[in-house]
């Protein structure tokens, strides 16, 4: 028997594929009790990484979808700790409303300063976003030290984000992170446990500009 068969694809037009595996996301993920638009998030999620563990372990402050929908469509910028989450954004989304996509961690200033105090080029940008991005949506997925010092940041008053996207993916202080963020009484959305990343931060950020879209 030979079982060397061609494979074909159910459909070659991206915008069906999307609404197919949106589908099948909806079904193979059952019950759950997210709202409407927290949904949303949760199925560009599971789209982004097909990991259902992961979307079921998404957690959102109660104002998060709408603090995320505000900041937007107010032209606030969104702070990525790395340039893998600023590449992944949509930055014409954004652009409607006066945004735009800043990370931090490559500044000439940011890096110097960094080895000066022998520290991480991670904690150094949250620094600097929290002086030049006011009410700004910080989109981590990558570094959790860049979220500890974010969240000392807001403790001590230095930072006010309109929303916190905490997801770093990792072994070390990744899920820790996330623990002191559930924490925090500002508006966050972020999982529980060491999974996360770039794409995840992506994923939550991009379907709040289409949120933000919408209700336009």
């Known amino acids: 028997m030979d079982f060397r068969t061609e494979f074909k694809p159910l459909t070659v037009q991206p915008q ?24 949303k998030v949760v199925q560009r999620v599971i789209h982004a990484s097909a990991d259902f563990e992961l979307g079921r372990s998404l957690v959102f402050h109660p104002d998060a979808i709408r603090a995320g929908i505000e900041a937007i469509r107010s032209g606030k910028p969104v702070v990525a700790d790395v340039q893998m989450v600023q590449v992944g954004i949509s930055k014409p989304r954004l652009a409607k409303y006066g945004g735009d996509v800043r990370v931090y961690i490559s500044d000439a200033d940011v890096m110097e300063e960094a080895k000066r105090l022998n520290t991480t080029r991670a904690i150094l940008s949250m620094r600097k976003a929290a002086r030049e991005a006011d009410g700004a949506i910080y989109a981590i997925g990558n570094a959790p030290t860049a979220l500890l010092e974010l969240i000392r940041l807001v403790k001590e008053g230095e930072a006010r984000p309109g929303l916190i996207v905490g ?45 933000a879209e919408r209700q336009g």
């Not at 609404?19 to 949904?39: A, R």
């Open 16 to 39: 069906e594929i999307e609404e197919k595996s949106f589908e099948m996301i909806t079904e193979e993920l059952g019950e759950h009790n997210y709202t409407e638009e927290q949904f």
């Open 167 to 211: 997801v770093p993916v990792g072994f070390v202080s990744a899920a820790e992170s996330k623990e002191e963020l559930l924490k925090l009484d500002v508006p966050f959305i972020t999982n529980i446990g060491r999974k996360g990343g770039s794409p995840v931060a992506v994923a939550t950020v991009n379907a709040l500009s289409l949120l």
